[in-house]
C-alpha cells in the first residue's frame, strides 16, 4: 500500500524531468537526419537545424524593421560625432597635400637656381631671394589651408548628408543577418543559445519535474481515497 503511494509522485517527478530535459536537446539534436535501413527516423534533424532557414528569415525581418531600421541607423550616425572627425580628418589630409606641394615647389625652385635657369648672380643674392620665396611661400600656404579646411570639411559634410540615406538604403541589412546565421554551424549556435539561457532552461526543467511529482501525488491521493 505504501509503495503505490509513494511511487506515483516519484515517477511523475523522473518522467516531467526527462521529458523536459529531452524536449530541450531536441531543439537542437541531432543536428543532422538520421536513417536507420534506409528509413529515416522522426524528428531528425532537431526544431532549429531542420527550420534553420525560417528562423534566420524571422531574425532578419525582426532586426531590419525594428533593431536596426535605416531611421535608427542615420540617428547613430548621426550621434557618431562623425562631423569633429570628417574636420580632423580633413586638416591631415590638407596639410599634407598642401606640405608636399609646397616642397615639391621649393625644390623646383631650388633647381632652377642651381642650374642657371633663374638668370641670378651671385651666391648672396641666392640665398636672400630663397628666404623671400621661403616665406612667401609659408604665408601662401597658411592662407590655401585654412581655405580648403573651411571649405573642404563642410563640402564633405553636405555630401554625405545628401549621400547617406541612399547608402542606409542600400543596406541590406537582412541579407546580411541571414548569411550570418546560416554561416554558424549549428554546435556553435546550440551553445550560444543555451549558453545565456542555460538557467531559464534548467528551471524548466525542474519545473517539469515538479508538475510530474504533482501529477503523482494526485494519483496517489486517488488510490487513498478509493481503497
Keep these: ?16 524531468y526527462i521529458t523536459n530535459w529531452l524536449a530541450i536537446k531536441m531543439l537542437f539534436r541531432p543536428f543532422e537526419e538520421k536513417y536507420i535501413f534506409g528509413f529515416k527516423v522522426p524528428f531528425t534533424p532537431g526544431l532549429i537545424p531542420k527550420r534553420r532557414k525560417e528562423i534566420a528569415e524571422s531574425i532578419a525581418t525582426t532586426v531590419e524593421e525594428h533593431i536596426l531600421p535605416a531611421e535608427k541607423l542615420k540617428k547613430l550616425f548621426e550621434e557618431s560625432d562623425y562631423k569633429n572627425r570628417i574636420h580632423k580628418r580633413v586638416e591631415l589630409v590638407i596639410d599634407e597635400l598642401i606640405d608636399s606641394i ?3 615647389l621649393k625644390k623646383t625652385i631650388k633647381e632652377g637656381i642651381s642650374l642657371g635657369k633663374i638668370n641670378i648672380r651671385g651666391a648672396l643674392i641666392v640665398t636672400a631671394l630663397d628666404k623671400v620665396l621661403e616665406k612667401a611661400l609659408e604665408k601662401a600656404k597658411e592662407k590655401v589651408k585654412a581655405r580648403l579646411k573651411e ?5 564633405i559634410e553636405e555630401h554625405i ?5 541612399i547608402m ?3 543596406l541590406n541589412i537582412r541579407q546580411m543577418v541571414i548569411e550570418t546565421f546560416m554561416e554558424l554551424d549549428i554546435e556553435t549556435l546550440e551553445k550560444i543559445v543555451v ?5 531559464q532552461l534548467k528551471h524548466i526543467t525542474y519545473t517539469g519535474a515538479v508538475l510530474g511529482a504533482f501529477i503523482g501525488m494526485v494519483e496517489s491521493v486517488y488510490i487513498l481515497i478509493t481503497t
Excluded at 151 to 155: E, L, M, Q, V
Excluded at 161 to 165: A, D, F, K, Q
Design 1 to 16: 500500500m505504501e509503495l503505490s503511494i509513494v511511487i506515483p509522485p516519484i515517477l511523475g517527478a523522473f518522467i516531467g
Design 102 to 104: 609646397i616642397d615639391d
Design 151 to 155: 571649405r573642404g570639411a563642410d563640402i
Design 161 to 165: 548628408e545628401e549621400e547617406l540615406p
Design 168 to 170: 542606409l538604403s542600400q
Design 195 to 199: 549558453g545565456f539561457s542555460e538557467k
